[in-house]
């Protein structure tokens, strides 16, 4: 017998007085339910009840004892109250860790209505690029961009990764369009160094549905996307940016898209979490809340808004 039950049995009969009235209401056997006490008073090395042939009485080791098991037992039954509430209703603390540009531009301005929504959620958010141990850090839902090598997370892709060269309307006013691959080269560029690896983001285009690298003289590098875009949108030079970081910018007239999106069918957004059995309903409102909203301003798992673009350079 667990110490739980033990505990409830040893409240009970300070409640009843009696072996045989615990009995009734277990289902047990008067000795059994006294054998178990017995090992319990042994496993404490006290006394906890004085056992005359009419009633029990109490020591005073039992009634200090009496009331830390009760405490106990109240403890976890309010717990599993509030656990069992949670099923049903989307509360408590939620930790969601999510990239710095997307997660600034595409599930930070979704962040109030889901408060509206679920008043009853406390989110904690914050904010990496670098790879975050959902487990150790306690988080319960992470997105990042590309697939994480960890067989204990699930998956759930939110959307695509389109690539695409923008330049401002300034910028093609200054310095004209380019209309083939081969005039990149001749443009200033805006160019992307990952912070981690110091690699230089390689830049593609298409010509004839076939992809060549560009390989321009560089004006400017950095290590910040929302640098890049603020740099190209002040016509600095062209930048290869993901669909993310232009998609306000093309919409605001700050951006322009010159060249064929293009797609690396290995690389999307994802979003990740623990485990899809005994899921909180505090995790699964979010999951549904962030691809449903996603769904209505065209990102789903296989499209982007840039979709729409599609002439490639002749």
Not at 97 to 114: A, D, E, H, M, T
Not at 198 to 219: A, F, H
């Amino acid at each position: 017998m667990d110490k739980l039950n033990l505990l409830q049995l040893f409240v009970s009969l300070a409640e009843h007085g009696s072996f045989v009235a615990v009995a009734n209401q277990s289902g047990q056997s008067p000795s059994t339910i006294s054998k178990a006490i017995s090992r319990l008073e042994k496993n404490l090395g006290v006394r906890l009840l004085h056992r005359t042939t009419r009633q029990l009485q109490l020591t005073e080791a039992g009634r200090n004892y009496l009331q830390t098991a009760r405490e106990v037992i109240s403890l976890l039954n309010n717990c599993e109250g509030q656990l069992a509430q949670n099923v049903v209703a989307p509360a408590g603390t939620l930790k969601v860790n999510l990239p710095l540009s997307f997660g600034k531009l595409y599930v930070v301005p979704l962040i109030p209505g889901f408060c509206q929504k679920y008043q009853d959620i406390k989110l904690e958010l914050s904010f990496s690029d670098e790879y975050t141990n959902i487990v150790d850090s306690g988080i319960d839902i992470a997105v990042r961009s590309g697939k994480l090598d960890d067989s204990s997370l699930i998956a759930r892709r939110l959307c695509p990764i389109d690539m695409g060269i923008f330049a401002s309307p300034s910028y093609i006013e200054q310095f004209g369009r380019p209309d083939s691959p081969e005039q990149l080269t001749k443009h200033r560029w805006i160019l992307y160094r990952f912070r981690q690896s110091g690699r230089i983001l390689e830049i593609t285009s298409g010509k004839n549905s076939q992809m060549v690298e560009v390989q321009p003289d560089y004006q400017i590098v950095v290590d910040n996307g929302d640098v890049m875009a603020q740099l190209a949108c002040q016509g600095a030079g062209l930048a290869f940016m993901p669909h993310f970081l232009a998609r306000d910018l093309v919409k605001e007239g700050k951006l322009i898209l010159i060249s064929p999106p293009q797609r690396n069918p290995e690389q999307a957004v994802y979003l990740y979490y623990l485990s899809r059995d005994y899921m909180p309903v505090k995790v699964r409102v979010f999951i549904e809340y962030i691809v449903q909203q996603l769904e209505a301003q065209e990102e789903t798992a296989y499209t982007t808004w840039m979709d729409r673009y599609s002439e490639p350079f002749s």
